[in-house]
T-cell receptor, first 114, second 115 residues
Framework: GENVEQHPSTLSVQEGDSAVIKCTYS??????FPWYKQELGKRPQLIID?????GEKKDQRIAVTLNKTAKHFSLHITETQPEDSAVYFC?????????????FGTGTQLKVEL | DAGVIQSPRHEVTEMGQEVTLRCKPI?????LFWYRQTMMRGLELLIY????????DSGMPEDRFSAKMPNASFSTLKIQPSEPRDSAVYFC?????????????FGPGTRLTVL
């Protein structure tokens, strides 16, 4: 089955700096890579996703890059703000229409310090 | 839409007792997932259903755990008998089966404490 590794487990940045979280996956058939944000005591929520037919996707201050050859993908947050403090999870899946199971990474605790 | 609904939000029980967690997916969604979250093990998929049929239950830790989805708008996760190591937050999530995207919408979770 799929295995997703995520690094770092904790990340502390100063407000306004950039943050980068990296994930690797094992199943070369995976073609969908979402990122979820979980604030303290809340549910995980999708913030951005990327499919294997593109190498990069941006949405305001967040971006995701994908390297299929190396089987890794990354989340980039620019101009970090205190409200970005949360746990971020990467995940991988095969989009088949017949059951799209997500395999999650272990999470990165991001702390944005004032 | 009210989103995914889970009940109870908090459950405290004693070891050996039966626990039943409930989930109502978003109307129209046809995939439903049960996850368990702990500090040690992160976010683990326990089981998921497509069109009310269990597809993959390989994450169910042991026979004490069982899940059902009798119809498209209701699912249960049962633990019998419960043990202290079952203490965790249990999330239910739902999505729409599609080949073009796969956003899973999570419920608020049930925090289970087994004493």
């Amino acid at each position: 089955g799929e295995n997703v590794e995520q690094h770092p487990s904790t990340l502390s940045v100063q407000e306004g700096d950039s943050a980068v979280i990296k994930c690797t996956y094992s199943d070369s058939a995976s073609n969908y890579f979402p990122w979820y944000k979980q604030e303290l005591g809340k549910r995980p929520q999708l913030i951005i996703d990327i499919r294997s037919n593109v190498g990069e996707k941006k949405d305001q201050r967040i971006a995701v890059t994908l390297n299929k050859t190396a089987k890794h993908f990354s989340l980039h947050i620019t101009e970090t703000q205190p409200e970005d403090s949360a746990v971020y999870f990467c995940a991988a899946s095969r989009l088949t229409g017949g059951g799209n199971k997500l395999t999650f990474g272990t999470g990165t605790q991001l702390k944005v310090e004032l | 839409d009210a989103g995914v609904i889970q009940s109870p939000r908090h459950e405290v029980t004693e070891m050996g007792q039966e626990v039943t967690l409930r989930c109502k997916p978003i109307s129209g969604h046809n995939s439903l997932f049960w996850y368990r979250q702990t500090m040690m093990r992160g976010l683990e998929l326990l089981i998921y259903f497509n069109n009310n049929v269990p597809i993959d239950d390989s994450g169910m830790p042991e026979d004490r755990f069982s899940a059902k989805m009798p119809n498209a708008s209701f699912s249960t996760l049962k633990i019998q008998p419960s043990e202290p190591r079952d203490s965790a937050v249990y999330f239910c999530a739902s999505s729409l089966l599609a080949v073009s995207y796969n956003e899973q919408f999570f419920g608020p979770g049930t925090r289970l404490t087994v004493l």
